[in-house]
DNA sequence: CGGAGGTAGCTGCGCGAAGCAGCCACTTCC
DNA sequence: GGAAGTGGCTGCTTCGCGCAGCTACCTCCG
């Protein structure tokens, strides 16, 4: 068994931020998963609870634009969230297409037991880093993500200022 | 339609890095998927002839344990390598258990017309932080990644050594 | 020498996440 | 009042990841 040393990675995929980033994605996600699991809640239903604590009531498809979910999920997750009494759904008088989604009490009182949960992944997430650099470290992650969600330009863009 | 605005991602979200990897690896996983699609390739395809390059001939589960890939997918796509003449596998006349994988001369043609590519994605995922700053991201992601990879240690490690 | 336990290759299945297509009801714009 | 667009909903597909289980084979140890 030479099996020391079979696990290294290839410098070529640990050089590639891509690589690394869906690696990372992978661990997240279970680590993120053990944390829901234990709450009975996905991923999905947090994010919409943030979504409606932050911007207040809003139509389900308003709700998967802000939280990137596509609206079909937003018709699963809003009733499940629905049945357990976090959020209320009703008919929107002023537009009969919308259904507006208000955080409930107990919604409210659950999405901060969640954050607090959260807030320890976080840690453990970004415990290899220094204090100082963590900041950084996720304002790196989302200027990145903003850029990916930009647009595709083709083109030059020469005359940006 | 007060659409503007409708798109603002909560900001409990845009403070988790772990909300913000997993949206970035979904978009990561776009470009690159793009890419590779362009070339007729997978990701695991190149993950594997670039352990094979850097490490020499190996056994499928040496691969897959250096590339993070599991057993079920290395048979495969050591497969659809072998098929498209990228390397070759031939049966391990030390251990008749395992299969001996080598890159061929086409293989490494293929690594690094892939490789090329790639880079072009790193270029496009790293665009919008500042050159200084994006050798220590990579290196930040570098330790996250290997932090939770380790085996859960809830006592002490003291002596190494 | 022979059994126990581990490893390699392979097949198959399930899960979570993401995304698209199509339908109907309704609103808004012209 | 007709056309176009939006919102809610159902259904389906894809992709990446990971586990369970099987057989063949090697190695270790009594």
Chains 1, 2 share one sequence.
């Not at 999920?73 to 959020?87: Q, T």
Request: hydrophobic share 40%; aromatic share 4%.
């Amino acid at each position: 068994m030479q099996n020391m040393g079979d696990d290294r990675v290839p410098a070529l995929l640990r050089s590639q931020p891509s690589w690394l980033v869906t690696q990372l994605a992978t661990q997240v996600t279970r680590l993120v998963g053990e944390a829901f699991d234990a709450a009975g809640f996905r991923r999905y239903h947090y994010a919409l609870l943030a979504a409606l604590d932050e911007f207040g009531p809003a139509s389900q498809a308003a709700l998967g634009r802000r939280c990137r979910i596509d609206r079909s999920y937003v018709v699963e997750a809003v009733g499940e969230l629905e049945a357990a009494g976090l959020v209320l759904r009703a008919p929107d008088p002023a537009d009969r297409r919308r259904n507006v989604v208000t955080l409930t009490g107990e919604g409210h009182i659950h999405l901060a037991a969640m954050t607090r949960t959260l807030d320890d992944v976080q840690d453990e997430l970004t415990a290899p880093l220094p204090a100082a650099e963590r900041e950084q470290f996720v304002h790196q992650l989302g200027r990145v993500l903003d850029h990916l969600r930009e647009p595709r330009v083709t083109g030059k863009d020469p005359a940006i200022s």
